[in-house]
């Protein structure tokens, strides 16, 4: 007589009736929905987890990206000695033949583009108010290849009166008070060189354009101003602080830093992206770890509710075992059908997981707004996470874990309580029926 193949339809067909029966049939359905309930809760809290640290990265390095070189090139200081005094005093690297420069940079392999820029620390009054604020002086063209700045969505004004004013961050503008139209005034201590030494430069300027670039320090402190005028105002004339440079992929920007030093030339030293956010993307990546192994033990201890209830339905099933082996099942055979009764909690949970925390992940944007307004905007703080909102990201790589892991310990647990079935002796398991 031919032996039925592993995992035969009447395995199954036993396995779902031993799983939907009622406890007055010696099923234990209250322990089965305890197990598919809590591997469900755990699968939904790890996908919406990864998601949302996902999201949140992502944004966070396109608030960077959107609004900043991906690395910038600059002259190292010079060490100077006063040949009357003898005294030595370092000044700051300068570049003077900038476009020059910015073209044998932009001629390096994988670099999109290039941009001068001068830059200075101001303080803005207007309106008995006053921010600390960073100009970047920048030529107009540059400035539209911003895509967190020029974004109409997030933005106020025309960038085409660039060129007779200034373009301030929606932070600046929000605590001077000041619109479009309005003039706010720069008071730079690097100003005009006079008989009795440099004294603070002081202009107004009017407020042609409003950005919103997503990040809070970014929009509380950016200010751009023409490169002409920013040349005239900080004193360089002819000259600029440094090269923005952009390349293909700012994830591997690294790749870069040694073609272009050596197109910049002698003193020349780079910074990019992630020299100065490299810390902070290595905590959220070290975080994502961390969280991936708490909530996977949370889906372990859910799983682990299916032994407990694989131990309670093979005790009341001692009967059935015996009937079955005497009548022919094999060890396997019952091994197999007790397997299927926890895997299929395992599988049924997993998929209400996904099913669940892909909806929450989908509508954690909203969630955190409707905590916002309960709270009084105390969930999410701008100043101390530095973007406007939580987004989520659903990975398929995530959500590959998530399932690879619920459905490998819902079956891992599975095997001690069916392997006490399959060697259950039928003589004992019906010597007392």
């Given at each position: 007589m031919a ?17 939907r029966?009622r406890r007055?049939e ?13 591997i469900?809760?755990g699968?939904?809290a ?8 996902a999201g ?17 090139v ?23 033949d900038?476009?020059?420069m ?9 670099v999109i ?9 101001v303080?803005?009054?207007?309106n ?5 604020a ?19 969505a997030?933005?106020v004004?025309?960038?085409?009166d ?15 008070a000041?619109?479009?139209g309005d ?5 730079a ?7 009795i030494g440099?004294?603070?430069?002081v ?5 042609t ?12 402190t ?27 992929d700012?994830?591997?920007v690294?790749d ?12 020349a030293q780079?910074?990019n992206w992630?020299?100065?956010?490299g810390s ?10 961390v ?11 859910a799983?682990m509710?299916?032994?407990?209830g ?8 001692g ?22 009764c926890?895997?299929f909690t ?12 892909v909806?929450?992940?989908?509508n ?48 891992v ?10 060697r259950?002796?039928p ?7």
């Amino acid at each position: 007589m031919a032996t039925p193949r592993p995992f035969s339809r009447y395995e199954f067909t036993i396995a779902w009736r031993y799983l939907r029966a009622r406890r007055a049939e010696g099923g234990v359905s209250v322990m089965t929905w305890i197990s598919l309930i809590g591997i469900a809760l755990g699968v939904m809290a790890l996908i919406a987890t990864l998601a949302v640290r996902a999201g949140f990265r992502a944004e966070f390095v396109d608030t960077i990206l959107g609004a900043n070189a991906h690395t910038t090139v600059y002259m190292a200081p010079q060490r100077i000695t006063n040949e009357f005094t003898d005294d030595l005093y370092v000044v700051p690297g300068r570049i003077a033949d900038y476009d020059a420069m910015a073209a044998k940079l932009a001629q390096v392999p994988g670099v999109i583009r290039t941009a001068p820029v001068v830059r200075g620390q101001v303080m803005a009054t207007a309106n008995d108010s006053s921010n600390v604020a960073e100009v970047f002086g920048i030529s107009l063209n540059d400035l539209k290849e911003m895509p967190r700045i020029v974004d109409a969505a997030t933005s106020v004004g025309s960038l085409e009166d660039f060129d007779r004013g200034i373009a301030i961050g929606s932070g600046i503008a929000r605590e001077l008070a000041v619109g479009l139209g309005d003039k706010i005034r720069l008071i730079a201590p690097e100003g005009a060189r006079t008989a009795i030494g440099t004294t603070p430069r002081v202009k107004a300027y009017e407020v042609t354009y409003i950005f919103s670039a997503g990040r809070y320090d970014i929009d509380r402190t950016r200010i751009y101003m023409p490169m002409a005028e920013a040349q005239s105002y900080f004193n360089r004339e002819g000259v600029a602080d440094e090269i923005e440079v952009f390349v293909v992929d700012p994830e591997k920007v690294d790749d870069w830093t040694l073609p272009l030093l050596a197109a910049a030339g002698e003193g020349a030293q780079v910074w990019n992206w992630r020299d100065s956010s490299g810390s902070f993307l290595a905590a959220l990546d070290m975080e994502d770890d961390v969280m991936f192994v708490i909530l996977s033990v949370l889906v372990l201890i859910a799983s682990m509710n299916i032994t407990s209830g694989l131990i309670m339905l093979v005790k009341n099933k001692g009967r059935d075992i015996g009937i079955l082996r005497t009548m022919g099942l094999t060890e396997g055979a019952v091994l197999r059908v007790f397997f299927l009764c926890g895997a299929f909690t395992g599988v049924i949970g997993t998929i209400a997981g996904v099913f669940l925390g892909v909806l929450l992940a989908l509508n954690v944007d909203s969630i955190m707004a409707a905590l916002n307004a309960l709270t009084g905007g105390g969930a999410w703080q701008p100043e101390v996470r530095g973007i406007y909102r939580l987004p989520a990201e659903l990975r398929a790589w995530d959500i590959f874990r998530a399932v690879a892991l619920s459905l490998f310990l819902s079956f891992v647990v599975t095997i001690f309580p069916a392997r006490r079935a399959a060697r259950m002796n039928p003589v004992e398991a019906l010597r007392y029926e």
